[in-house]
């Protein structure tokens, strides 16, 4: 879309969301219908009883029958406090929206991005859990969230208190980016003790987005639609402690149904906050010891993310062991056959397979026709 589209496009998209009992699954569906939020605006409200509210349709008859209605007020004080304030809108149809979100079913039509947009393209890892956790998994979220930043990950969380809050701090404490999805507006700071780490994610480049209309509080029926934004960023969730009935079970949900891949961190028996991930184990998560658990599961598609990725993003060194280092330099970027790389490498046939599946892991690696040749990942010494 040009910027004038564009423009126009957000434009509708801001008057559309305030429209009572109109939520991301309405309007997508209406846009599906009518291919933009500009044509919702614009076609008869008559025509869209079969989607839209009693209440809503007549707030739209009333919204086309006066260019003065207090929501297209309301949207172009938008406009003018984003413009002031940095915020860059984004929509599904420009490039710049993270593309795995855009996959998921009822994409968020418009979302607020304050900090650096190129963060919610990165490969990345969403860290969820309870807002009281016990030590052991407050500490859990950091350390984690800190050894997967190291490994190449962005994490993604909701910045609530307790394991949120932890996971991006782990990840600030490695250097790297965390991406925060808030269940409020860009412009409602909660919790409010968060203000210094909130500053702290935007000073290090990070990210912070909000799908909710400005001046969105924090109401009870938010956090779920966030969870669902947080799951469709990522590549995978880790729940690291969570009861029964939790919003972290409600992202795990929306993370299978994304067919993203579902990590927890077990626990005591005795401890309530751990029976959330036990089930979620029962249901086919995978059990979490150590990072390792969750990076060679991904490794693959954290080679292929940070391939996809414009070449003046930095792309974080992978980590060679020497047996796999003399493996891949007996590798070209033209087909290798299995035969050769015996030759070469000295490797027992078996041992060489081994090595071999590890670096296809790691995306070092893919096999082709006539043998296996190297990807454009970029290894370092261990």
Known sequence: MDSETTALEHRASLILSRLPEVGAGRLTQLRQRLGSSRAVLTTPAAQQNGILPDEAVAELAAIQARPDHPLIQAAERDLAWVAENDIILLSPEQSGYPVLLREITAPPPLLY??????????????????????????????DFARELCRTGFAITSGMALGVDGAAHAGALAAG??????????????????????VEQVLAQGGTLVSEFPLGTGPQQLNFPRRNRIISG???????????????????????TQQGREVFAIPGSIHNPLSRGCHALIRDGAILVEQVDDL????????????????????????????????????????????DQLLERSGRPAGELLSILIGLELKGMLEQAPGGYQRTAAKPQRA
């Open 113 to 142: 991005v304050q900090g650096d947009p190129d963060s919610l393209s990165l490969p990345q890892l969403g860290i969820v859990g309870s807002r009281n956790p016990s030590p052991t998994g407050k500490t859990n979220a950091f």
């Open 233 to 255: 960023l990522s590549l995978g969730v880790l729940v690291v402690e969570a009861a029964l009935k939790s919003g972290s079970l409600i992202t795990a949900r929306y993370a």
């Open 295 to 338: 990076r060679e599961p991904l490794q693959g598609l954290l080679a292929l993310k940070w391939n996809e990725l414009p070449s003046t993003n930095p792309k974080p060194a992978i980590e060679l062991s020497e047996e796999e280092r003399l493996v891949f330099d007996s590798l070209g970027y033209e087909p290798t056959t299995l």
């Open 176 to 197: 790297g980016k965390t991406i925060a999805v808030l269940g409020t507006g860009i412009d409602v700071l909660y919790p409010r003790r968060h203000r210094s780490l």
